[in-house]
Every structure is written in structure tokens, then in C-alpha cells.
């Protein structure tokens, strides 16, 4: 006998199933998906006060949709199971945890958004997209903190627009370079992350005013996030061009096109 509040799940082939029968199981699981996403958005919203007697109340109400969602999701897809599965995983940090991994909250909702889109068609190439993307954040959760070259350690975080476009060159090396290691994650930040920087530098290849280079500072610091795990490297204070130094032959030859020290200020 079937337990009570379960459901029935039957084993008709996906393919098999008449049109309306998949209209009603995608509405079903897209329904399911925003009211457990507005069940934690509660959940995190009381778990800010330990003392709040709500919590147990809102916890156990989003575990009981959450098994209604394990059991819908069996029938769509593998596309359509993958993107909830990720975007379940995505929620933890996201809601459950206080003190998680920020970078997932962009990538949640991102895949909410796409599974809001399953009956009336998902585009399946964002949907492996957003996938992929989430997949190299549990990547990057697991690899410890990058650690700056001593040389870079002590660098001012004031910086114009010179410095910023060289942190950029700096992020597009290294991930390129990654390429030999040949990792998914990789793959992804090639393809979602270098067109990116390649544009940002083709528009600071001229001179730029100082609120133009921090917002576009602004949005490379928020880009970059799902891709590296150093994001100190990007908390900048923007600034005026800052003078510096004529650069040497041999710094050319040394350090490429970093930024030369600032030059001493003119005697009075």
C-alpha cells in the first residue's frame, strides 16, 4: 500500500508520454522548484535569529517540499533532472548556510529562472550552461586559496585604470594557461569568462573616465566570482590615473606590461 502524502510515479517512457502528460509533469516541477525557493528564502530569513520559534516551523515545511521535488523530478529528462539537481545544490549555500560560499546565489538564481521556463520549453543550452557553471564552483570550493606571487603580495589596492586592465590580462593568462591541466572547469571559464575579458580590455585599450573604470571594475569583480578563488585580487579602490615611473627596457623585459611604480612627486 502506498503511503500517504507520496506519489505515484509511473514508468511510461518520457518519450511515450502524450504531450500534456509532459506539460503537466514540467508546470509541476516548476511549481514545485518557486514554492520551495520562496519556503527558503523564510527559512534563511528566520535562521538570521537562533531564538526565533519559526524556525523549526519553516525548516520542516521546506524539507517536506523538497522530498515532493525529489519524486517529481524523476520523470523529466536528463537535462531538465540535472539543472534542479544543481540548483537544489545551489540552495544550500544560498539559504541554508549563513556564512556559505556567496558566489552561488547569482548561479541559483540563474537555474530558478530557467526551471521557471520548463513548460513552455527550456533552452537546453543554458540549462547545461548554468550546470556546468555550478558544477566548477564545487570545484573551486575544494582548492585552496590561491596564493599571490610575493611580489604581488603587499600591492596597493588603489588603482586606475592602468592597473585594472593588468589585473584582467593577469586573470585571462592564467586561466589560458590552465588550459594544459585541461579541467571542465577550465572549459567553462573559457568559454563564459575569457569573451568577457576580451571585451572589458578591448574598451579599456582607451582612455577611460574614473566612474567608467569602477563600475566596469565593479562588474569584472562580479564576473569573475563563479571563476577563480582569489577575490581579494579584484577588491580594488579605483582612482584618478595615478603618475608612475617611465617603464625600463628591462622592466619591459621582466615584468610586460605591469604597471611601473608611482613616480616620486615633483619637488615644489
Keep these: 500500500?502506498?503511503?500517504?502524502?507520496?506519489?505515484?510515479?509511473?514508468?511510461?517512457?518520457?518519450?511515450?508520454?502524450?504531450?500534456?502528460?509532459?506539460?503537466?509533469?514540467?508546470?509541476?516541477?516548476?511549481?514545485?522548484?518557486?514554492?520551495?525557493?520562496?519556503?527558503?528564502?523564510?527559512?534563511?530569513?528566520?535562521?538570521?535569529?537562533?531564538?526565533?520559534?519559526?524556525?523549526?516551523?519553516?525548516?520542516?515545511?521546506?524539507?517536506?517540499?523538497?522530498?515532493?521535488?525529489?519524486?517529481?523530478?524523476?520523470?523529466?529528462?536528463?537535462?531538465?533532472?540535472?539543472?534542479?539537481d544543481r540548483w537544489y545544490f545551489a540552495t544550500g549555500h544560498t539559504f541554508w548556510y549563513m556564512s556559505g560560499d556567496r558566489g552561488y546565489a547569482p548561479l541559483e538564481a540563474r537555474a530558478a529562472e530557467l526551471i521557471a521556463t520548463l513548460p513552455d520549453g527550456l533552452d537546453t543550452s543554458a540549462a547545461v550552461e548554468v550546470a556546468d557553471e555550478i558544477d566548477h564552483r564545487v570545484e573551486i570550493s575544494v582548492r585552496k586559496p590561491s596564493k599571490a606571487p610575493k611580489r604581488w603580495a603587499n600591492r596597493s589596492p588603489v588603482a586606475g585604470q592602468a592597473e585594472v586592465a593588468w589585473r584582467m590580462k593577469c586573470d585571462r593568462t592564467t586561466i589560458l594557461a590552465s588550459q594544459l591541466v585541461g579541467s571542465r572547469a577550465t572549459s567553462v571559464a573559457i568559454r563564459n569568462y575569457i569573451p568577457w575579458l576580451d571585451e572589458a580590455l578591448e574598451t579599456m585599450s582607451t582612455p577611460m573616465s574614473t566612474p567608467d573604470v569602477a563600475r566596469l571594475a565593479e562588474q569584472w569583480r562580479e564576473r569573475r566570482r563563479p571563476y577563480t578563488s582569489d577575490p581579494k585580487w579584484a577588491d580594488l579602490i579605483i582612482t584618478d590615473p595615478i603618475p608612475r615611473r617611465p617603464a625600463s627596457l628591462w622592466w619591459r623585459l621582466t615584468r610586460g606590461d605591469q604597471p611601473t611604480p608611482q613616480s616620486e612627486p615633483a619637488e615644489e
Design 1 to 84: 500500500m502506498r503511503k500517504k502524502g507520496t506519489m505515484k510515479v509511473s514508468l511510461v517512457p518520457w518519450a511515450l508520454r502524450p504531450r500534456s502528460s509532459r506539460y503537466a509533469i514540467r508546470v509541476h516541477v516548476a511549481a514545485t522548484v518557486a514554492q520551495l525557493r520562496s519556503e527558503l528564502l523564510t527559512v534563511h530569513a528566520v535562521g538570521k535569529n537562533f531564538e526565533d520559534p519559526a524556525w523549526e516551523s519553516a525548516r520542516d515545511t521546506a524539507r517536506a517540499t523538497t522530498a515532493q521535488l525529489f519524486t517529481a523530478i524523476r520523470r523529466p529528462p536528463l537535462i531538465e533532472r540535472r539543472l534542479v
